[in-house]
């Protein structure tokens, strides 16, 4: 099936905004996710867009949604260097009555001090 | 408390070798998820239970065998396993019906296989 589409590398300077950009594939997908995994970690849920919703803002980070295009982003303002890991969307669909969660290449957030 | 746990946290076996993975939650969710991560990819679905039942198997070679023998605990047996099933292999919880239904995460077993 097809994939869930992430750039696959972000570099930005502290203090500057990161944008992170995720293409998916489930137009019938409720929920959409950002998770964050730190090197040897499992994933940290960061935010989340309900699919009514086309924005959403939880202090540092705003998500916009399109889901016309199905397309997501995650801006970061004021990007530290703690913020440096790997950034993952994800869908949720349903199979037999179960929820299915469906996870981005991933995009690796470097940030330079 | 919020937390899935994970044991072993690392876990090397030869090729002939039986080893299982352990996972536990009590957080009362009643789907727990195995996932398979390798370098620089994104963790790919093996296995969901849902109330203790089996309800996804994502054609899952019979070397990887789930089970779960309460609402709390899921494991993962290995037997048989080749090197590149060497990965970190992580557990999750979650995915209720109520807002948002985001998965919780153990930090994962590193599984390397000689």
């Known amino acids: 099936g097809e994939d869930v589409e992430q750039s696959l590398f972000l570099s930005v300077r502290e203090g500057d905004s990161s944008v992170i950009n995720c293409t998916y594939t489930?137009?019938?997908?409720?929920?959409l996710y950002w998770y964050k995994q730190e090197p040897g970690a499992g994933l940290q849920l960061l935010t989340y867009?309900?699919?009514?919703?086309d924005m959403k803002q939880d202090q540092r980070l705003t998500v916009l949604l399109n889901k016309k295009d199905k397309h997501l982003s995650l801006r970061i303002a004021d990007t530290q260097t703690g913020d440096s890991a790997i950034y993952f969307c994800?869908?949720?669909?349903?199979?037999?009555?179960?929820?299915?969660?469906?996870f981005g290449t991933g995009t690796r957030l470097k940030v330079l001090a | 408390d919020t937390e899935v746990t994970q044991t072993p946290k690392h876990l090397v076996m030869g090729m002939t070798n039986k080893k299982s993975l352990k996972c536990e939650q009590h957080?009362?969710?009643?789907?727990m998820y195995w996932y398979k991560q390798k370098a620089k990819k994104p963790p790919e679905l093996m296995f969901v239970?849902?109330?203790?039942?089996?309800?996804i198997n994502e054609s899952v070679p019979s070397r990887f065998s789930p089970e779960c023998p309460n609402s709390s605990l899921l494991n993962l047996h290995l037997h048989a396993l080749q090197p590149e099933d060497s990965a970190l292999y992580l557990c999750?919880?979650?995915?209720?019906?109520?807002?948002?239904?985001?998965?919780?995460f153990g930090e994962g077993s590193r599984l390397t296989v000689l």
């Open positions: 239970y849902s109330y203790e039942k089996l309800s």
């Open positions: 957080m009362g969710h009643r789907a």
């Open positions: 999750a919880s979650g995915g209720g019906p109520s807002s948002p239904g985001e998965l919780f």
């Open positions: 994800a869908e949720r669909n349903t199979t037999s009555g179960t929820y299915k969660y469906i």
């Open positions: 489930d137009s019938s997908s409720t929920y």
């Open positions: 867009i309900f699919s009514n919703m």
